[in-house]
């Protein structure tokens, strides 16, 4: 149960090629996130809460612009449909004139 559930916030489910691109784009954004906050800790004078922000928030924010992105290539992909299915409609009106 447990696994499942961090499987989900892993990984996006969606059954569209670019989905997988845009998957794998989110978890290396994440890491580097995580490693630059972690770097930034260390090795530089940043404020402590920005690095914090970058190790804590950033992935959540990535996490809402990938889904973002997914959900404009599903209205994309839906927009298609409509305009496939309203094509072939006209054909049929004219077709029957």
């Given at each position: ?47 402590l ?20 992105f ?28």
């Open positions: 149960m447990a696994g499942e559930n961090m499987k989900n916030i892993l990984i996006i489910n969606d059954n569209f090629i670019l989905a997988k691109v845009i998957n794998v784009i989110y978890i290396l954004a994440v890491v580097c996130s995580i490693v630059f906050g972690v770097y930034a800790i260390f090795a530089t004078d940043f404020i809460v920005v690095c914090l922000f970058f190790i804590f928030a950033m992935p959540f924010i990535i996490r809402l612009f990938a889904e973002m997914i959900v404009l290539l599903s209205i994309y992909k839906k927009m298609q449909l409509i305009s496939e299915l309203k094509a072939k409609k006209l054909q049929r009106e004219k077709a029957g004139e």
